[in-house]
């Protein structure tokens, strides 16, 4: 159980376009679910945190306008990118806590984006 | 948020050697999960453990709340163990609920 799935898994783009990365919770409802970015060698940086049927909240730095988040229903949250460059390339991983009976929360085999 | 801190940053091994890895945190937390980070990036959730000692196959944790620390013990290890490791915690008082902190990771390497 507590399976969290991503599409795409890899993604190309051109400089200026924009990408949308979806998340979804297989076999559970998400009342929350986050995004994070990870450079190569480095650890996961929360870049936002999504709740169902409201707007999203973003970490410090994080510009809400480039990095658009919608939380439509309680398995689905997408991510996108917008107006994409070089410098978002990076690997984007989500996550859901199932909010029952703890606070664990399980993760997406992310999405490597990768901006020309 | 927290703070984590991971020891060591790079652990090398030899396969069957026993290892333990360690987690720092700030602050208490309500949530203190270990996760492995395979070649292709999918986070495999280890243990979800707040307080207390879990076993899983040749894998153990414990985390002393009191003392804000956590330790993943690897026994007999194998080469499909390497990888990184990440502990990740938050502390659901206030704003910061939800909010995993990650530490830098242990990346581990097991030679046959």
């Known amino acids: 159980g507590a399976v969290v799935s991503q599409h795409p898994s890899w993604v190309i783009c051109k400089s200026g376009t924009s990408v949308k990365i979806e998340c979804r919770s297989l076999?559970?409802?998400?009342?929350?679910m986050f995004w994070y970015r990870q450079f190569p060698k480095q650890s996961l940086m929360l870049m936002a945190t999504?709740?169902?049927?409201?707007?999203?909240?973003?970490e410090q730095g994080v510009e809400k306008d480039k990095f658009l988040i919608n939380h439509a229903s309680l398995t689905l949250s997408t991510l996108t990118v917008t107006s994409a460059h070089p410098e978002d390339s990076s690997f984007y991983i989500c996550?859901?806590?199932?909010?029952?009976?703890?606070?664990?929360?399980?993760f997406g085999p992310g999405t490597r984006l990768t901006v020309t | 948020g927290i703070q984590v801190e991971q020891s060591p940053p790079d652990l090398i091994l030899q396969e069957g050697a026993n290892s333990t890895l360690r987690c720092n945190f700030s602050?208490?937390?309500?949530?203190l999960q270990w996760f492995h980070q395979n070649p292709w990036g999918q986070l495999i959730n280890l243990f979800y453990?707040?307080?207390g000692t879990k076993q899983n196959g040749r894998l153990s944790a414990t985390t002393v709340a009191t003392e804000r620390y956590s330790l993943l013990y690897i026994s007999s290890s194998q080469t499909t163990d390497s990888g990184v490791y990440f502990c990740?915690?938050?502390?659901?008082?206030?704003?910061?609920?939800?909010?995993?902190?990650f530490g830098q990771g242990t990346i581990l390497t097991v030679h046959p």
């Open positions: 996550s859901a806590e199932t909010g029952t009976t703890s606070y664990e929360q399980y």
């Open positions: 076999d559970f409802q998400a009342t929350t």
């Open positions: 999504s709740n169902e049927g409201s707007k999203a909240t973003y």
């Open positions: 602050d208490s937390v309500n949530n």
């Open positions: 453990i707040p307080s």
């Open positions: 990740a915690g938050y502390n659901a008082g206030g704003t910061s609920y939800g909010k995993l902190t």
